[in-house]
């Protein structure tokens, strides 16, 4: 017997009669009516608890959570194919107060996003680009220029989430495919897929925190191409970027 159910109620209710009422076992007629009122209150006083829970975004659920989402967001956060109500109430929170307008919200939200932290490049900043007279950079470095004339700009490259699709689960018509070990064949729900997250998304996601008057170049890939190899007779640090045939696309 929980407070508020139909027992707990008709409890409450014969604790009210007066003695001459007679015993419990005695009046079946009795104890019927007041199990219907006990049923019908114990109803109302479920709708009330769950309508309580709704005016508050920690303690919402169901559909009331999508109506909050969009109330502050509109249709920049949707929640996800068979997303649990708690794992959608923590996208909604970590929205609300993210940080923003920042490089380090801008690497927070990738991060958040796809789990993998992107490259940020701003040319108007040395420790981005290296200088003259700066121990920072030096020959058979690659890396990036810097340009004063790129003033409120910055690159970025992305990176995709490092898998998609169902571990250790083979894909069909896979002749590896085992009984009950991995790689596995399974009939497969959609809740089972793992990050799937589109190139539209992180390019929504960036110019959510991006700051107001800027241009942040951005530039999706699954990882960064090979590095080319170091110069003969160079030491020093491994070469650390490669920005050939890189494509990029103004937020």
């Known amino acids: 017997m929980a407070t508020g ?17 007679g015993d419990e076992a005695d009046t079946p007629i009795l104890n019927g009516v007041l199990q219907g009122l006990a049923n019908g209150a114990a109803y109302a006083y479920g709708l009330i608890s769950y309508a309580r829970l709704q005016t508050r ?4 659920v169901d559909g009331w959570l999508d109506m909050i989402a969009a109330d502050f967001f509109g249709d920049s956060l949707l929640r996800a194919a068979s997303q649990s109500d708690d794992s959608f109430r923590a996208r ?10 920042t490089r380090a919200g801008l690497i927070r939200v990738l991060q958040d996003l796809t789990g993998r932290t992107p490259v940020v490049i701003e040319p108007t900043r040395p420790a981005d680009t290296g200088a003259y007279g700066v121990p920072t950079s030096g020959y058979g470095y690659a890396g990036a220029y810097g340009s004063l004339s790129m003033s409120f700009q910055a690159f970025v490259i992305a990176f995709r989430p490092a898998g998609t699709g169902i571990p250790n689960v083979a894909g069909y018509g896979v002749s590896t495919a085992a009984y009950a070990t991995p790689s596995q064949a399974e009939c497969a729900s959609l809740s089972m897929i793992q990050g ?17 008057g800027t241009i942040v170049w951005t530039s999706v890939v699954q990882n960064l191409p090979a ?6 007779g160079i030491t020093g640090p491994t070469v650390i970027l490669d920005f050939v045939n890189q494509q990029y696309q103004s937020i």
Not at 92 to 101: G, M, P, Q, V
């Open 92 to 101: 909604i929170i970590l929205n609300l107060f993210r940080e923003r307008a």
């Open 5 to 21: 159910d139909q027992q707990d109620i008709y409890r409450r209710l014969r604790g009210y009669l007066p003695p001459w009422f």
């Open 196 to 212: 799937g997250v589109a190139d539209a998304d992180i390019y929504a996601a960036i110019d959510n925190v991006k700051p107001v």
């Open 227 to 232: 590095p080319p190899a170091v110069i003969p």
């Open 57 to 60: 975004i920690k303690t919402a």
